[in-house]
Structures are given as C-alpha cells and as structure tokens.
C-alpha cells in the first residue's frame, strides 16, 4: 500500500514537472568580492537561471573586503547548487568545511569565469574546479591540461599560471558531444568577444574537458586548445566548470552569447541534478556568425514575425534564419506547417510589411505552402518588386500549371 | 578532308569493330604518323569551351597540355573579358589568333562545328547547357555537380544517353591512384563488411553581410549570368562566390558531393543507385545574402543497412582507434577503415594498403589521367571513367540531404524510381522552377 503511494506521488511530481513550468532546483549565487565586475554579471547569471524556469536563485553577498569573514556563513545545503561569482578573500575553516561537506554529500557547484581564480590555497576547492588560474599557482598546483589538435596533453612544465588573450570571438569546439551538457550541441560553435582563459593549472582529478578554444597566436596565445567547459566530480558532487561569460556592464556580448546562456543553463542543471532535460534552441550559435541575445531572453515567434515585417536588406536576416529554424524543428507534418503557414499569409496580405521581408518569405512558402497560400502570393505577382518570387513560389506550389 | 561527321563515324565504326574482336580499342601512337607526332588537322579533335573562370581554364590547360591529339576553335563565357582571357590562352597553345570567342552559348553552339566541349559554370546553368550541348551530339567534359536539382540532373542523363554521346564529369579523384586504390580495397572485402562511411567534407562559408547593389560591369551580361534563375540585382557577387548562395549552388556540401560522396559510393558499389532514407540538420548563417549551410551533417541509409554519414569534417565525431583525419572518405568496416583524402590514404591498420587484388576479384575502372581518359573514350566511344549517371547519382546525395537539411524532416527515397515517399511538401524541392523566358529541362 505504502509503496502505490509513493508511485502516485511520483507520478504527480512527474506529470507535474512534466506540464507545467515550476521550479525544481535552488540556487545560490555566491558573490561580493571579485576582480571582475560582479554588480553586473551576478543579478544577470540569476536572470539567466531562472529564465529557465528550473531554478529559483539567490544572491549572497559576502562581505566587503576587510570586514569581518567569520559572519559569513550560508547553509549551502538548503541548495542544490551553489555558482560561484567570487573570487575575494579567503572563507572562514567552519564555512569552506561546511562547502566541502556540501559538495560531499552531492551538492552542486557552479565555477562561473574568474571564479576560478579564487581561493589559490584552498586544497579541496582545487580539486573541485580542477584547472584554476592566477594567485600565484604554479606547477605545485597542477600540470597545464589542454589539447594539441586532438590529443589530451598533461603538461607538467613549471610555470605561471593563468593568462587572458586580448578580446575576440572565437570559435569553441565540443570535445564530448556524450556529456548531458553538450550532447546535441554543435561540435563548433562562435562565441561572443570574450576573454579567453589560457594555460590554467590544477589537479585536473575526476574532469571532462566538454569544450576547448584555440589560443590563436594572432591574439597573443600559445597556440593550445584550452579548456572552456569541463565538469568534475567529487564525492558525490558535480561541479561545472565555465571560463566564459567575462561581464562589462550591462553584460556584454559575452553574456548575452546564447552559447554561454545555454552552457551555463545546461551545466548548472546537471551540477543541481545531474542530468539535463533543457532542448537545445533554435537560436544557438553554430560555426558561421555568433548568436546574441540583446536582454538576455530567448526570441519568441512574435519577435520573429515583427522584425521581418520591418525587415529591409540592410538589415540582419537573423529573425529570418530563426524563423526557418522554428519551421525545421517544430513542423514536421502538413498540419503544423499549416500553423507558420498561416502567420506568413497574415505578413504578405500586411500592406505595412516590407518588400524585402516579403520576398524571404515567398521563398520559405514556395516549399512548405499549400493552396491556403495561392491567392495571398497572387497577389504579390502584381508587385514589380514580388514578381519574380511570387511567380517562382507559384510554379512550385502549382507545377501543373 | 574527312568532314567532322565522316570522322566520328569512322571513329564509331573502329570502336565498335574492336569492341566486336573483344579487344580494347587501340589508339594509333600519333609517331606512327610522321608529323612529328602530332596528328594532321582532320583528325584531332575539335573543342571549345562553356564558362571560362577560374574552373573552366583550369580545365582547358590541361586540354591545353594535348593540342597534339585536339585544336581549340572557339570559347563562350558571359564575362567578355573572361573570354578574351581564355581565346589568349587557347591562340597562345595553338599559335595563331584563330579563336573565336561567344557571350551567348546558343549562338556558340549554333555556328560552331564542334566534337566536344568542355563546360564550366555555375550549378544553375548545368541544366540547360548540359542537355542544349548533348542534344547538339557534343561530346561533353562537363563540371561536377552534375545539377543543382535531381529533376535538372535526371534530365541531363537522359540527354546524355538519348544523343549517345561521351560524357566525363570533373569528378577527378577517380582518376587519382589513391582513390581508386582505397575504394577497390573497400569493394573487395579488405576491411571486411562496411556498416558506415563517412564523408567530411569542407566548412560552409561564414555570412558577409549584404554588400550595396553595384553597377554591373561593362564587360559582364549580368542577364545571361543569372540565366533562369531568379532576377536579382547586382552586388558584386558572381565569379566564384555564387557557391554560397542557393539559388545558384547548395553550397560547399553540392560542391563537394561530386568528388568524396562519388567516392564513397564507389567503395560502396552502389554508384549506380542511392540511399532510401536521409536524414539531417543544417545550420545557416545569420547575417547577410549568403544562405548555403555552414555546418551541415546527414545521415543517409541503404536498403542494406549500410550507412553514410555526410557533413563538414569539423562535425564528424573523433573515434578512438579511428583515423587522425577526417576529410574525404572514411569507409568502416568489421575489419578496419580506410581513409582517403586527396593525397592521403590511411587504414586502421597500414597492411591493408600493401594488399594486391587478385585476378579474380574486382578490379575498378583505371585511369590515371582524367583529360587523357575523356580524349580515349571519344575515339573508343567507350564509358568514361566518371559517367553521367554515376555523377547524377553522387550529387543526388548531396541534394537529398540539402532537402532533408530544409525541411527539417526524415526523407523517404526511391533510389529506381527517383521519387520521394510520401512526402509532396518535401518533393517540390527535387526541381527549382526557371525565370521565363527559360525552360526546366524535360527528362
């Protein structure tokens, strides 16, 4: 009896996960001190969480620097994770025990860009981020860990530890496309300008190295691939490891880069739970232009549609492509193409809709229309500006005549 | 003078007169002529060109390399400076300023007394210009992809064998020692049973934006360079970059299909047939005029199970025990894998390379010299060693993955009747209707 119970209980928590966009996970974002400017990465790393609708996140601040640590105290097991945007002075023993008897006993832990070089001195901190830079490390830390085309090197050659290349985009390659993380993503993918972390040290224990980029020479690098994503276990915590996500103010392209959006979701979901049931989106970045997302927010359907009514040829084709994208992923049979269809005949009978955004949607029509379509598009033969890709979409759609 | 018509059917008759002694035709050595070598005026061959960009003079000096066995009379190219550039070319090999040059290929075709042509233009231009030079009874050295839909390629084919004529497509790495070495390997069983190949191909090209709409340049009929597919003003995108734009190309995946999937399929013997289901995903720059796929990946299976993979080689998955590089053509097999590249060839174990076929086992079509091969079958009439239908067959590959990339959606083919299951929506991408004046070319 007890047992059916329980396996009711489940379904409902199930069903209820399932259909409906509650919070499962607590988060604690952990910030106050840190080299960087964490007044505006730390509330943007809670929007970023909770947009997800799988978390609900805190901020703690710990204290300025020079005021009294030992007040510093959470009860990080009141979380399922705890992310990282910290690197000041060093924690009270009673806080960095309770930390590791957290992570322990299966807490997660999210280190989110500089975050890794905090706490040089720490012995159980290090293992748990596995690489780490700066604050005088050094090859008593740990070897270098990178790749060498697609070879793992450990480097175990004394040296400092840590550097920064200048600002750029670059590309980042997924290097376990088996991981819950980066399963489904691009194997390369354009990151927005960041800072790009090189020659990081650590005990690189228990660590999966999920994504690399290449130090590029021409940016003052050392020519490795350098680890950018990696996840690491200890005890029975996962901790994910992100290099990326270097905040100005106001974010910045670095954050607003749906590949550090999307990382950062998907590992802190897989540091809380250890699994990942978020779907790749449609507006992830791939290997030909980077992916920005202004406020952070996922585009919707709506934008979509808006900014190609307005959309002129100057302009960026972006919603469009997103669009196209919408129409691939979701509609895979005539009725659902229908339901796009449907939205695109309501932008060409639009008289306020633009010739150019017209045209590009001529185009997507002159495969997935039906005969719903044929008097909208007629209509644009009569346009010296639509002619051409009306009459093409027509003889598409009606080969017969 | 033995008249061109005399000539090829002498050339015909011999053919067929060896064929019939079943013995391989044998060409008379031009010394054995006198002429120092060089065969009289009447029996070289007769050729002109179609497109002279950079492919298409890149073609004509290796034809170039023979004016002993053939004499260049006349090019045609929309771009006249282009076709200044190549009748210097062709006046410079032949010494003397004969060559006539054309900016309108039906006049070309019209007043020229050909045997064989050699074309190279952009994939939307294959169609028409392939069958109008077949229907002529040209012999034709004709440019991979065969066409830029299957509807334009099947058509082509039909031309081809309806005229008779000889057909070699640009499909060079079959006439590459290592190539055919590492698909006859395949073939005969050295890796064992294949369950997969993959073909890693290059990078689709990043967006450039959208550059300001230009004046065309005086020496281009930018009209008659889009030709039938649809009106758009001039940006200064033609020459060369019209590959990255779909209504002239499918991109660096159709470019491509015509050298590592024809590859593929030849270890596979399945050149003469085609996946039955195909499946993938693109994606697509986000800025700009250019809209082929930058990464694309898909997966194409066989009525026996067999599969083959296509996509960017950044894309393809590193396997442990697997080859250190990607591009080209991997065949993997209960045995082992071979690699092959242009230049490179690679097997799980470096053995399988030193095996030898035997008498008995199959022995792939050799040839080590493309242009020489094409130039041997217009005497023998034989095949060539890249036929039109095998080069339908490649590119129907990458254009069935570029559909399944579109629609988002699972394709269903019929390799013998050429027709997708059940699927009207996705059908309508098999053919891109033409700007009038022109016309789809019929099967």
Redesign the interface.
Same mark, same amino acid.
């Given at each position: 009896m007890k047992n059916q119970y329980i396996l009711i209980f489940a379904i409902v928590i199930t069903l209820f996960n399932g259909c409906t966009s509650g919070t499962h996970y607590k988060a604690l974002i952990v910030t106050g001190q840190s080299s960087h400017n964490w007044r505006a990465s730390s509330p943007i790393l809670k929007q970023i969480l909770e947009q997800t609708t799988l978390f609900s996140a805190d901020i703690l601040k710990a204290p300025e620097k020079k005021e009294e640590m030992s007040t510093f105290a959470p009860n990080f097991s009141n979380y399922n994770v705890v992310v990282l945007d910290y690197n000041g002075e060093s924690w009270s023993e009673k806080t960095k025990t309770a930390f590791v008897e957290y992570v322990k006993n299966g807490g997660g832990v999210v280190i989110y860009h500089s975050a890794n070089s905090a706490f040089p001195e720490w012995k159980e901190f290090n293992q748990m981020i596995g690489l780490g830079g700066w604050g005088g490390r050094d090859e008593k830390s740990g070897p270098y860990v990178y790749y060498n085309k697609n070879k793992l090197v450990i480097d175990t050659t004394a040296g400092s530890c840590g550097s920064v290349l200048k600002r750029q985009e670059f590309q980042v390659i997924t290097r376990n496309p088996e991981h819950p993380i980066t399963k489904g993503l691009p194997i390369g993918w354009q990151h927005g300008s960041d800072e790009l972390y090189s020659e990081l040290r650590g005990p690189g224990k228990n660590m999966e190295i999920l994504a690399t980029a290449f130090a590029a020479g021409t940016a003052g690098g050392n020519r490795r691939n350098e680890p950018m994503l990696m996840a690491i276990t200890y005890g029975k915590g996962r901790i994910f490891h992100t290099t990326l996500g270097h905040a100005d103010e106001g974010g910045g392209p670095a954050m607003e880069c749906v590949g550090f959006i999307v990382t950062l979701q998907r590992g802190t979901e897989w540091a809380a739970s250890g699994k990942v049931t978020q779907k790749i989106p449609y507006d992830f970045p791939n290997n030909g232009s980077i992916s920005l997302r202004a406020g952070f927010k996922e585009m919707t359907l709506d934008d979509d549609l808006a900014k190609i009514t307005t959309y002129d040829i100057t302009k960026s084709t972006k919603y469009f492509v997103d669009l196209q994208s919408r129409i691939r992923t979701e509609a895979k049979t005539p009725e659902a193409l229908q339901k796009f269809e449907k939205l695109i005949i309501k932008i060409l009978e639009n008289k306020e809709a633009t010739d150019d955004g017209k045209k590009l949607l001529l185009g997507e029509l002159s495969w997935m229309g039906s005969e719903l379509s044929i008097p909208a598009i007629k209509q644009q033969t009569k346009n010296p500006n639509l002619k051409a890709a009306a009459e093409f979409a027509l003889a598409r759609l009606q080969p017969s005549r | 003078m033995i008249d061109k018509s005399t000539r090829r059917d002498f050339l015909k008759r011999s053919a067929s007169l060896a064929a019939g002694a079943l013995v391989l035709p044998q060409i008379i050595p031009s010394t054995a002529l006198g002429m120092g070598g060089k065969l009289p005026p009447s029996d070289r061959i007769v050729m002109g060109a179609i497109g002279t960009g950079a492919q298409g003079t890149g073609n004509m000096d290796g034809f170039l390399q023979r004016v002993k066995e053939l004499q260049f009379v006349a090019v045609c190219d929309v771009d006249r400076n282009r076709a200044k550039g190549a009748k210097d070319m062709v006046d410079t090999a032949h010494n003397n300023k004969d060559c006539r040059t054309y900016g309108d290929y039906r006049e070309f075709l019209e007043k020229e007394k050909l045997d064989a042509v050699c074309i190279a233009l952009p994939d939307h231009w294959h169609g028409l210009i392939y069958t109008a030079a077949a229907n002529k009874k040209l012999d034709v050295y004709g440019e991979k992809p065969l066409a830029r839909t299957i509807s334009d390629g099947r058509a082509i084919v039909s031309a081809v064998k309806r005229n008779n004529i000889v057909w070699q497509t640009g499909s060079w790495q079959r006439s590459q020692q290592n190539f055919r070495h590492a698909a006859e390997l395949v073939i005969n069983g050295r890796i064992g049973k294949v369950s997969l190949v993959e073909v890693g191909l290059p990078?689709?090209?990043?967006?450039v934006g959208?550059p300001p709409i230009k004046a065309v340049p005086a020496e281009l009929d930018w009209e008659m360079w889009l030709g039938p597919a649809?009106?758009v003003p001039f940006r200064g995108i033609s020459h060369w970059n019209w590959r990255w734009i779909l209504d002239y190309s499918g991109g660096q995946l159709t470019d491509w299909a015509g050298h590592h999937i024809d590859i593929a399929q030849w270890g596979l013997g399945m050149g003469h047939s085609g996946p039955v289901e195909i499946e993938g995903?693109g994606?697509?720059?986000?800025?700009?005029?250019y809209?082929v796929p930058?990464?694309y990946n898909f997966l194409c299976k066989y009525s026996t199970g067999v599969e083959l993979r296509v996509a960017?080689s950044?894309?393809?998955?590193?396997r442990k025990d697997g080859p250190?590089w990607l591009g080209g053509a991997t065949w993997y097999g209960d045995k082992g894998w071979i690699n092959v590249d242009r230049g490179k060839i690679q097997a799980s174990n470096p053995k399988i390379l030193e095996e030898v076929i035997g008498e008995n086992e199959i022995h792939l079509y050799k040839s080590d010299n493309h242009i020489g091969n094409f130039l041997e079958c217009i005497k023998s009439r034989g095949e060539t060693v890249a036929p039109v239908e095998i080069a339908h067959r490649s590119i129907s590959i990458g254009l069935l993955g570029e559909i399944a990339?579109?629609?988002?959606?699972k394709i269903q083919w019929d390799p013998v009747k050429e027709e997708i299951i059940g699927n009207p929506?996705?059908s %309508?991408?098999l053919? %891109?209707?033409y %700007?009038?004046p022109w016309e789809n070319p019929t099967i």
């Open positions: - | 990078n689709g090209i990043k967006g959208t649809p009106k995903e994606t697509y720059p986000n800025e700009g005029i809209n930058v990464d960017n950044t894309q393809l998955p590193n250190s990339m579109t629609t988002g959606q929506v996705a %309508r991408l053919c %891109r209707p %700007r009038e």
